[in-house]
């Protein structure tokens, strides 16, 4: 049973009326509350630009839950009981002389205080320099902000310089949801906790690595902040090297949140850089156009709501990653994501070496590779692909594969699985920083991914176009079928 936090938190959520706080945050909040983990006398002050008092606020908070909150999770009763805690105020984030009505809010200074920048990260040191001048915080602040933190590492360098001037590094809360997610989390436990896989978990026994984080929609809207963006920044840098670093990175000596991150960063500094003439075989940059998605005719990117009709920007990537150390040397990294993709799916796929020495069939050579399968979604859960013998008198020694099989939701069926935002708000509070991100975890990427980028620039490359509804460029297949593999489902 997880105990409650007995430390009671005001919390200042700034883009309270946006969208990532009506359809992720405060839907966490209320599961918090739902579970009991909210400690008598938190609160929450709804921070943003428009003209509402608390009681239409929280009037439109309530049907968001009933949007966004599953049926069967939904409890009226307990919504508005955390609605009880919720307080809305007006506030020009621009506007430094109204910043002081926060501290009037503030009349328990013994709560700590957690302030949530729900916003874009343009806004992130306009509102900590006011929150500082205003003298709303103190020492013990903590700080989220959500990724990803600038366009490229000198934007970078700004924001975090900016929150710098106002807050330590261990105040700050560098927010990944995909790092909040139960199986990214069990990437550690699955590593370090089996001597079955950490003895196994180099370039002595894996051929190589996918991963693939897929998406069915388009733009659903984004079209101002996705055609600045793309997908390499929106997901490469964002999300997809941090799964990387958890893949790769050497066990750490404990599980405090530098020793992780230490790690992480080890694998950063060691990612073989993408020269100029490794473009064509290593990385595949695409865009689709009209096709279908779940059987409905669907536009091209180009054809979007919104959309500039001559843009070159890329909705999808493939890569072929290389990390220059003793653990990885020789084993290839595939990593792709894409819109408009045919399923929505992230999983990563590790493939095994197989025995040095084959004894069955040589027709069935090729099922000889173990594979483990990590889902992030849609069904959370691990496989392991192994081979035994047919069932028959007539088989002989003929090989299957199947999987021991992990499904989250079915092995733990009297468990709930936490949303990612869940965990991450939980450990704020508590005040823990392993799910989050350093800054320097944060430069590194971004130093990585300008350089492909400054590529793609100097090279003209524009993208390959692929139909929606399928798994993007036919360039993205030839990349990988070149060291002689193929992707998963193509196997």
């Given at each position: 049973?997880?105990?409650?936090?007995?430390?009671?938190?005001?919390i200042?959520?700034?883009g309270?009326?946006?969208d990532?706080?009506?359809r992720?945050?405060?839907p966490?909040?209320?599961?918090?509350?739902?579970?009991?983990?909210?400690?008598?006398?938190?609160r929450?002050?709804?921070?943003?630009?428009?003209?509402?008092?608390?009681?239409?606020?929280?009037k439109?908070?309530?049907?968001?839950?009933?949007?966004?909150?599953?049926?069967?999770?939904?409890?009226?009763?307990?919504?508005?009981?955390?609605?009880?805690?919720?307080?809305?105020?007006m506030?020009?984030?621009?506007?430094?002389?109204?910043?002081?009505?926060?501290?009037d809010?503030?009349?328990?200074?013994?709560?700590?205080?957690?302030?949530?920048?729900?916003?874009?990260?343009s806004?992130?040191?306009?509102?900590?320099?006011?929150?500082?001048?205003?003298?709303?915080?103190?020492?013990?602040t903590?700080v989220?902000?959500?990724?990803?933190?600038?366009?490229d590492?000198?934007?970078?360098?700004?924001?975090?310089?900016?929150?710098?001037?106002?807050?330590?590094?261990?105040?700050?809360?560098?927010?990944?949801?995909?790092?909040?997610?139960?199986?990214?989390?069990n990437?550690?436990?699955?590593r370090?906790?089996?001597?079955?896989?950490?003895?196994?978990w180099?370039?002595?026994?894996?051929?190589?690595v996918?991963?693939?984080?897929?998406?069915?929609?388009?733009?659903e809207?984004?079209?101002?902040?996705?055609?600045k963006?793309g997908?390499?920044r929106?997901?490469?840098?964002?999300?997809?090297?941090?799964?990387?670093?958890?893949?790769?990175?050497?066990p750490?000596?404990?599980?405090?949140?530098d020793?992780?991150?230490?790690?992480?960063?080890?694998?950063?500094k060691?990612?073989?850089?993408?020269?100029?003439?490794?473009?064509?075989?290593?990385?595949?940059?695409g865009?689709?156009?009209?096709?279908?998605?779940?059987?409905?005719?669907?536009?091209?990117?180009?054809?979007?709501?919104?959309?500039?009709?001559?843009?070159e920007?890329?909705?999808?990537?493939?890569?072929?990653?290389?990390?220059?150390?003793?653990?990885w040397?020789?084993?290839?990294?595939?990593?792709?994501?894409?819109?408009?993709?045919?399923?929505?799916?992230?999983?990563?796929?590790?493939?095994f070496k197989?025995?040095?020495?084959?004894?069955?069939?040589?027709?069935?050579?090729?099922?000889?590779?173990?594979?483990?399968?990590?889902?992030?979604?849609?069904?959370?859960?691990?496989?392991?692909?192994?081979?035994?013998k047919?069932?028959?008198?007539?088989?002989g020694?003929?090989?299957?594969q199947?999987?021991?099989?992990?499904?989250?939701?079915e092995?733990?069926?009297?468990?709930?699985?936490?949303?990612?935002?869940?965990?991450?708000l939980?450990?704020i509070?508590k005040?823990?920083?392993?799910?989050?991100?350093?800054?320097?975890?944060?430069?590194?990427a971004?130093?990585?991914?300008?350089?492909v980028?400054?590529?793609?620039?100097?090279?003209?490359?524009?993208?390959?176009?692929?139909?929606?509804?399928?798994?993007?460029?036919?360039?993205?297949?030839?990349?990988?079928?070149?060291?002689?593999?193929?992707?998963?489902?193509?196997a």
């Amino acid at each position: 049973m997880v105990k409650r936090i007995t430390n009671r938190c005001d919390i200042m959520l700034f883009g309270a009326l946006g969208d990532l706080a009506q359809r992720k945050l405060f839907p966490a909040f209320y599961q918090l509350e739902r579970a009991g983990l909210l400690a008598d006398g938190s609160r929450v002050l709804a921070l943003a630009r428009r003209d509402l008092d608390t009681v239409a606020v929280c009037k439109q908070l309530l049907e968001s839950l009933e949007q966004y909150v599953k049926p069967e999770e939904f409890d009226r009763s307990v919504a508005e009981a955390f609605l009880q805690r919720v307080e809305y105020q007006m506030l020009d984030f621009h506007d430094s002389d109204g910043f002081g009505v926060l501290n009037d809010w503030r009349d328990e200074p013994n709560n700590e205080l957690i302030v949530y920048m729900a916003c874009p990260p343009s806004m992130y040191g306009i509102i900590a320099r006011n929150l500082s001048s205003a003298s709303c915080c103190t020492e013990k602040t903590r700080v989220v902000v959500e990724k990803p933190i600038g366009h490229d590492l000198e934007s970078s360098r700004v924001i975090n310089d900016e929150l710098g001037e106002v807050y330590r590094e261990n105040q700050l809360f560098r927010i990944d949801h995909y790092l909040g997610k139960e199986t990214v989390q069990n990437l550690i436990a699955l590593r370090f906790a089996n001597n079955l896989f950490a003895s196994q978990w180099d370039q002595n026994h894996i051929s190589h690595v996918e991963i693939t984080v897929a998406e069915s929609v388009g733009i659903e809207g984004r079209w101002g902040y996705f055609d600045k963006a793309g997908q390499i920044r929106d997901m490469i840098q964002n999300h997809m090297l941090q799964l990387l670093c958890l893949i790769a990175m050497d066990p750490p000596s404990d599980l405090s949140a530098d020793s992780i991150r230490d790690e992480k960063v080890k694998v950063l500094k060691a990612l073989r850089t993408i020269t100029p003439d490794m473009m064509e075989s290593h990385v595949v940059r695409g865009q689709y156009t009209a096709g279908t998605s779940t059987g409905n005719p669907v536009p091209g990117y180009l054809d979007e709501e919104g959309a500039n009709k001559s843009s070159e920007t890329e909705t999808f990537v493939a890569l072929k990653v290389e990390i220059d150390n003793w653990r990885w040397s020789g084993v290839p990294f595939y990593i792709r994501t894409g819109k408009r993709l045919p399923e929505k799916l992230s999983q990563i796929i590790i493939h095994f070496k197989p025995a040095p020495h084959y004894i069955f069939d040589q027709d069935q050579k090729h099922l000889a590779n173990n594979k483990l399968i990590i889902r992030l979604q849609p069904d959370e859960g691990m496989s392991l692909k192994i081979l035994t013998k047919d069932q028959g008198l007539h088989k002989g020694m003929r090989l299957r594969q199947g999987p021991l099989e992990l499904t989250f939701s079915e092995a733990f069926e009297a468990e709930r699985i936490p949303d990612a935002y869940e965990r991450l708000l939980w450990e704020i509070m508590k005040g823990n920083q392993y799910l989050f991100v350093r800054r320097d975890e944060v430069e590194h990427a971004w130093r990585w991914v300008d350089r492909v980028i400054q590529n793609w620039s100097d090279g003209g490359h524009s993208p390959k176009r692929y139909a929606a509804g399928t798994w993007g460029p036919v360039a993205s297949i030839a990349m990988i079928t070149r060291d002689g593999r193929s992707w998963y489902e193509d196997a």
